[in-house]
């Protein structure tokens, strides 16, 4: 699987890349928007482009890429150290097909699962507030 890590610096992302965020606690997270300190993992088709989202979200998930964040007060990732972790889950994961694709469906189940529960517990607690307000009236 051939793709490039590159910093960057705004503009127009390319056809077949997504961004990743770079500073904060949420270093190595994938985005599907760019944003202000992010750098971009570019691939050769589309369907490599959400393998590769799929699997950077589940290490950054699974929190691998904490142990190597760098800065004592903004932490960040290197992007040669992002690279290299994605490059051996990748080399793993098409080793290892077929389980990684059913953990990553599984992954995308779950994600959505867990919309759901938020969206539910946001509307618990709307109805919560428009319960109590009524009463106050």
């Not at 142990?67 to 994605?86: A, D, E, K, M």
Request: proline fraction near 5%; hydrophobic fraction near 40%.
């Amino acid at each position: 699987m051939h793709f490039i890590v590159k910093s960057f610096s705004g503009g127009e992302m390319p056809q077949h890349a997504f961004p990743v965020l770079c500073k904060g606690e949420n270093s190595g997270k994938p985005l599907r928007n760019s944003c202000p300190n992010c750098f971009i993992v570019i691939c050769s088709c589309d369907q490599d482009k959400e393998f590769l989202f799929q699997l950077s979200w589940g290490l950054w998930m699974s929190r691998t890429f904490r142990p190597w964040l760098t800065g004592s007060v903004i932490p960040f990732i290197r992007i040669p150290v992002y690279n290299r972790i994605l490059r051996a889950a990748a080399d793993k994961a098409s080793a290892n097909s077929k389980q990684c694709a059913e953990a990553i469906a599984t992954m995308q189940q779950l994600e959505k699962f867990i919309e759901l529960k938020l969206q539910q517990v946001k509307l618990s607690r709307e109805l919560q507030y428009s319960i109590f307000r009524k009463f106050l009236k």
